[in-house]
Every structure is written in C-alpha cells, then in structure tokens.
C-alpha cells in the first residue's frame, strides 16, 4: 500500500477506535483498559496486522477497545535486521501520533517485535510512554544460534534464505503490508542470535538487565519497561501449531525454560511482570485461534491486565 492509503488505513482505525469507545461506554464499559496513551502493537518475525481474515493479535485489540483503550495494530518487515523494522515502526508511530492528537504511544512488541519496539524507544523516546516486550529474545534465540551453525555463504543457507524470504513475501502480499522494507530473512537471524542480540543491546540498553537472569531499569529517559513470557513449548493438544514450537524447543539445552523459541531469561526486560505462563510462543498472541493452556489466564486477559496496568501508572 502506498503512503495514502496506509494514513486512510490509520484513520479508520482510529475511527472505528472512538466508535468502538461510544459503543462499550453505552454496554457498560468501566474503562478498566483505558490509557492516557494509545496503545500500538508490533508483530515478530513473519507476523502480519491481519491476513485472510485471521488477526496475528486474535481477539486482543477488540477485547482492549471494550474498556476504553485506543489501539493501534501496525505492520513491518516480515523479516529484516531489529534496526530496519524498527524504521518502518517510527514511521507509524508518528503518523499515530499525529492522527491521535496524543504526544505519546505505548508499544507492546511480540517477540522481534519486542527489540524493533526497543529500537523506536531508544531513537525516539519523546514518542513513547512505555514498552511492553512480550516473549522476545532480548539476549538472542537458541533457535537462532542453531540456524547461524549454517555454513555462511554456503548453498544451504542460501536455499534455506531463499525459502524463507518467499514466506515472508507471501505474508507481506496477503496481509497488504504498506513496508517498502526487502525480505532479509539473514538479517533477521543476525538480530536474533545470541552475538547480534548482544551487539544491539550494546546500542541500546535500555531496560536489558546487567545480570544473566534480572530485571533491568523499569525506567529510562521517561520510557517505562515491562515484560513477560511463557515457558511452555505445548500447551493444547487441539492446536497444531504447538507442533511447531514443541519442535523448536528442541534446539535448548535440557532444563533451560522456554516457549518455544524464546529462553525465559532472555525474556526479561525492564519490570518483568512474570516470565513462566504455562503459554508458548504462539499463545502469547492468542493463537492459533485462541487455543491455549486450559490451566492458565488466558492470554487475552493478561493484555487487559498489562493496559490497566499501564493505566494506573498514568500512562
């Protein structure tokens, strides 16, 4: 899409946003998730806003707005370096500030989501009240690590590069994705591993904690950090994508917790508001469809509680 229809996109968002206010303030809204700040979600790496009618947040954004939140979904590089999506985030960001009327937005990244939100952060802290990292590799992926024992410049990881950056075509084709940004799937596994995870956070160490498996600064040039994960590669045997993070999780070592792809230590940013959901990598976003631990908040409730959250805190 081109600039013009991405600020017609932005506006009716906005304007199904306010709607959506009246609407919940006539049915009893309490305004439970109703921010000083609108709120602006990130995807991760292959994500999307919405394709083929399935959301990549399902039932997140709508159950926010009920109680008074404005929400914003955005759309990125499917695949690239931390510091490229992060671009293609600040150009959002600001056309939402500017459609808002709101000085300042309060990001929620999911997976590289979390880094790329970092990056926007760290540039441009003036238009961000708060980061909220969701299951993101802060200090790099296992899964990662193991791709990056690929020989570089090799054929296989040319074909694996070369099927991969298709993938991420598609999505970018099908979702309608206004980024101009290339498909750079080795630019993704350089963000992603453990040394080019530790090289960005020499960048931008804003939140990351100094110790292995701490907390790090709740707050930095007036940008509040929060984060929280899971720890459980299967959590329904009705979804099939537990399929994929149950294989994934393959690649850490015995005894290490994760989600799937990302380790609960790396996890952690700024106030870790809890790193061990009985949730995977996909339940964090409430898919597939909504299915996930029958033993666990669900995942939509966790998001209602991190704005409410983000609402008593003035922001």
Not at 123 to 147: E, I, Y
Not at 182 to 203: I, M, T, W, Y
Not at 225 to 240: E, F, I, K, R, V
Request: hydrophobic letters at 40%; charged letters at 15%; proline letters at 4%.
């Amino acid at each position: 899409m081109n600039k013009k229809k991405t600020l017609l996109a932005l506006c009716l968002g906005a304007a199904f946003t306010l709607s959506g206010q009246a609407q919940a303030g006539l049915f009893g809204s309490n305004g439970y998730t109703q921010t000083k700040y609108p709120i602006v979600l990130a995807h991760g790496m292959l994500g999307w806003d919405s394709m083929l009618g399935i959301d990549y947040w399902y039932g997140i954004p709508s159950a926010l707005r009920k109680d008074g939140a404005t929400v914003y979904t955005t759309e990125v590089a499917q695949l690239n370096t931390s510091e490229v999506r992060g671009e293609d985030l600040l150009k959002e960001v600001e056309e939402i500030v500017a459609i808002s009327g709101k000085s300042k937005v309060n990001l929620v990244g999911h997976s590289h989501g979390g880094p790329t939100a970092r990056y926007v952060a760290a540039v441009r802290p003036d238009l961000v009240a708060s980061v909220t990292s969701v299951g993101a590799p802060h200090k790099g992926s296992a899964v990662a690590d193991l791709l990056r024992k690929i020989p570089e410049g090799s054929g296989g990881e040319a074909v694996l590069a070369g099927l991969v950056n298709a993938a991420g075509s598609v999505i970018h084709l099908l979702s309608g994705s206004s980024s101009t940004s290339p498909q750079d799937s080795l630019g993704s596994l350089e963000s992603l591993n453990s040394q080019g995870a530790a090289v960005f956070n020499a960048k931008y160490p804003q939140g990351i904690p100094t110790s292995a498996c701490g907390e790090g600064a709740s707050k930095v040039s007036g940008v509040s950090y929060y984060s929280w994960s899971g720890t459980a590669p299967l959590t329904n045997g009705l979804d099939p994508m537990d399929l994929i993070t149950g294989a994934a999780s393959l690649a850490f070592p015995a005894g290490v917790a994760n989600d799937g792809f990302v380790e609960r230590c790396s996890s952690h940013l700024g106030k870790v508001i809890r790193d061990d959901y009985r949730m995977n990598h996909l339940d964090e976003v409430n898919q597939f469809l909504g299915l996930s631990s029958l033993f666990e908040t669900d995942p939509v409730t966790v998001y209602r509680q991190q704005a409410n959250r983000l609402k008593t805190a003035g922001l």
